[in-house]
């Protein structure tokens, strides 16, 4: 990325700021607005962005109309604009009310920046994912599977719009045979896919960790994917996963209706992480052996998006640096450089950054602006 414009977004009024390639660090007070701009960058991408906020949430308060984020990227087929932006009037050109243009034409959806630049992020809030409830794991995955396959965030939402329905089916006590099928074979169809693309790419990341160094400074994760499809793919082709939950849930409506919601699919599925070295599960580890796998598996993602997408990812490592000792910090910044893209790094104080004074741009956030470090 060589330019970011904002405007009215969060704290800020109005900046332009342009990045130099590779690391970029970003200093300034707790509150200066540093995570601010990772969730700008992080709009370039489908969803909701590192927050996972409203659109509305995100306008500068007291301003009259949306936000607007603007980026000049160097992409893999050269210079493209990229724009996005929500709450203002609607016009058509939205994913849940958010507008996206590229070289200042309106895109189909979001997804289309995809074939641009491909965003991935860490920030403490996910500290907890591995002790945290199923639904934040799950995300993360769909999050990694996006990063390479921009189909899945349409397959995520219309498996979630045919679940919406048969759920209003079941709490409306109907009967209707006919109505149930046709949405269950929806269900069936497009949860199979997602369960595929959920266990390809723990087995790809599998695959992928197996080649960092045993004594790294970032311990080996093992993962799997517990859930009824991933079970089923486990040891039978797709299609027939596909037939097999289709008829559960023909078979177990009763039961559904009684609990007033789809008891089984993707939706309930789980990433089981353990920490190698010590043989345990990860949510049993230490506060910094957790973050410390975390970002493992981060990196490894990063690895792998490099070789099959054909682009490093865009990285946001908000407060990255601070639960890290210097020599796994040190360790870190030889990785992201060798992963040979653009890299976002927040921190209250330049000194965690020490030891790469002299391969980052240092920029300073304060009061709306962001300056070059003195």
């Given amino acids: 990325m060589g330019k970011l414009k904002l405007t009215d977004f969060r704290s800020y009024r109005e900046l332009s700021v342009s990045f130099d390639g590779g690391a970029v660090v970003l200093t300034g007070e707790n509150g200066a607005g540093k995570t601010n701009l990772l969730e700008a960058i992080s709009l370039l991408t489908p969803g909701r962005g590192l927050r996972r906020a409203a659109y509305a949430d995100a306008v500068r308060e007291g301003a009259g109309g949306g936000f607007a984020v603007h980026a000049s990227i160097d992409g893999p087929d050269g210079a493209v604009e990229i724009g996005t932006g929500a709450g203002g009037p609607p016009n058509g050109e939205s994913e849940g009310g958010r507008k996206v243009r590229i070289n200042g034409a309106p895109a189909r959806s979001a997804d289309e920046m995809l074939e641009w ?197 865009i990285l946001l490592l908000d407060e990255i640096a601070a639960h890290f000792d210097h020599l796994r910090r040190a360790a870190l910044f030889d990785i992201l450089d060798d992963l040979n893209g653009q890299v976002f790094m927040t921190g209250t104080e330049a000194d965690l950054f020490a030891a790469i004074d002299n391969r980052a741009q240092f920029l300073t956030v304060a009061d709306g602006a962001v300056r070059a470090t003195g």
């Fill in 117 to 313: 630049l491909r965003v991935m992020w860490l920030t403490p809030a996910m500290d907890g994912l591995f002790t945290g409830p199923a639904s934040d794991r799950r995300r993360f995955l769909d999050r990694l599977v996006l990063t390479i396959d921009p189909a899945h965030g349409q397959r995520a939402l219309d498996y979630e719009k045919a679940m919406r329905g048969r759920n209003r089916l079941l709490a409306d006590n109907q009967r209707d045979e006919t109505w149930f099928a046709a949405i269950e074979a929806q269900m069936a169809e497009t949860g199979a896919a997602i369960a595929a693309a959920r266990v390809e790419m723990v087995r790809l990341l599998a695959a992928m960790v197996e080649k960092t160094p045993e004594d790294g400074a970032f311990p080996r994760a093992d993962l799997a994917i517990e859930g009824y499809l991933e079970g089923i793919l486990a040891e039978r082709p797709a299609v027939e996963a596909e037939e097999s939950f289709r008829e559960r849930l023909e078979r177990e409506r009763e039961r559904d209706r009684s609990a007033g919601r789809t008891l089984d699919g993707p939706h309930r599925s789980d990433l089981i992480v353990r920490h190698r070295p010590k043989a345990m599960p990860a949510a049993l580890s230490s506060t910094g052996e957790q973050k410390a796998l975390l970002v493992g598996i981060v990196l490894s993602h990063a690895r792998l998006t490099g070789e099959l997408a054909g682009m490093a990812p």
